[in-house]
């Protein structure tokens, strides 16, 4: 019998549903996660499907590390940059932004200059660092805002000065933007001075 999704079941057989849900939301192998998706737990069910596909890409990897370990150095090195090169120009297509495979080439051969305002510097630095296996820091909203200034805040100003985001940062209670005088914009839990005074404790940007 083909496997079909929770959400197509609720709506073609919804006398069903409920049951269904149960069945694999209780099957020994599934995975439940601490999150919720609408009203309900969310949970993986591992169907046999995505089973035989996890063997087949283990072995495929299996493979691919033996012909690896096979390659010298510098093959390895040109095959992984090509990939890159490829992955990026790929991305870029798919989110409708215009890219060549020179032009990601002349970025990532002056990649040393920590400073560049060559275009997609910031993205390609971004993909190297995880090919390097080098950890982005993502602790704060100011964190996930500064590898947005990195990736795609220059192509937007060029595409339009408009769109610079405002200045005011982020409120650390709910990560939610905050206005130029340091207001949280959804009105969350505000931290008060001794007096009574209301402000928040945020990173500007």
Avoid: W
Avoid at 8 to 27: G, M, T, V
Avoid at 66 to 95: H, S, W, Y
Avoid at 163 to 176: L, V
């Amino acid at each position: 019998m083909q496997y079909e999704s929770l959400y197509k079941l609720r709506y073609k057989a919804p006398q069903d549903y409920e049951s269904i849900y149960q069945e694999r939301f209780s099957q020994q192998d599934t995975i439940h996660l601490d999150f919720m998706i609408g009203e309900h737990p969310a949970f993986i069910c591992q169907s046999t499907e995505m089973l035989h596909m996890i063997i087949r890409i283990h072995k495929a990897d299996k493979n691919i590390r033996a012909l690896r370990a096979k390659l010298p150095p510098v093959a390895i090195g040109q095959f992984t940059m090509k990939c890159l090169i490829d992955e990026i120009v790929l991305t870029n297509k798919i989110e409708g932004v215009n890219s060549t495979r020179k032009e990601i080439t002349e970025v990532l051969e002056k990649l040393s200059e920590k400073k560049s305002d060559r275009r997609f510097h910031g993205l390609v630095m971004k993909y190297s660092m995880l090919m390097d296996c080098a950890s982005l820091k993502l602790d704060t909203c100011q964190d996930v805002r500064d590898i947005y200034n990195d990736l795609v805040l220059r192509e937007v100003i060029e595409e339009d000065p408009h769109d610079f985001p405002e200045r005011g940062g982020f409120c650390d209670q709910c990560c939610a933007k905050r206005d130029p005088s340091g207001h949280c914009s959804r009105e969350c839990n505000p931290v008060r001075s001794a007096d009574g005074a209301r402000f928040h404790q945020g990173r500007f940007h």
